[in-house]
């Protein structure tokens, strides 16, 4: 069964400070990664998106690295800002008809000031 | 706006009552997804379309659960006699063909089943 796993459940962080985000998964056959931001009551909004090659992606003060061998992946936020403050879902695609998503449980970061 | 729409964006029901949400995807775009979330859990694949065609549905869309698009445009998510578990935040995304696409999200009608 395919599966996504997120760590930790839940996170606070200080405004300014760097912190990162897990991602386990199990989904075969891999096609690609993707790390979306989710703010309270709205929809989720892509930040990366990552193939088998790609071991590494930045978007801004986002920066995710995929190791497909071990099937891990974190997202580390830089200089966190009060506007971080959401859930970060980890994403991964298959090959299959539809290319379907699996979805983590999401981390949910709030950050303080 | 040529994002995702969804409408309504909140929907408050009474048990045993139908209700009925749209969604309005990129205009360009032929493939269509809904999803159902729950309060702090990642959204959960209910069905896919291809243009007009309803390719897969998951095990979750029970019965009373169906879904339309009539012209390969918007497509309507159908819930019949609403039940307590069916309050959720329902999510629509749409995205363009090929391997590497990028999936965009609706704004999600949230369901609240008294």
Known sequence: ????????????????????LQCNYTVSPFSNLR????????????LTIMTFSENTKSNGRYTATLDADTKQSSLHITASQLSDS?????VVGAKAAGNKLTFGGGTRVLVKP | DTGVSQDPR??????????TFRCDPISEHNRLYWY????????????????EAQLEKSRLLSDRFSAERP????????????EQGDSAMYLCASRDD???YEQYFGP?????VT
């Open chain 1, 35 to 46: 790390w979306y931001k989710q703010d309270t009551g709205r929809g989720p909004v892509s």
């Open chain 2, 71 to 82: 012209k390969g445009s918007f497509s309507t998510l159908e819930i019949q006699r609403t």
């Open chain 1, 86 to 90: 959401a859930s970060y879902i980890c």
């Open chain 2, 10 to 19: 909140h929907k408050i029901t009474k048990r045993g009552q139908n209700v």
């Open chain 2, 36 to 51: 159902r979330q729950t309060l702090g859990q990642g959204p959960e694949f209910l069905t896919y379309f291809q243009n």
């Open chain 2, 108 to 112: 999600g009608t949230r369901l609240t």
């Open chain 2, 98 to 100: 090929g391997e590497l």
């Open chain 1, 1 to 20: 069964k395919n599966q996504v796993e997120q760590s930790p459940q839940s996170l606070i962080i200080l405004e300014g400070k760097n912190c990162t």
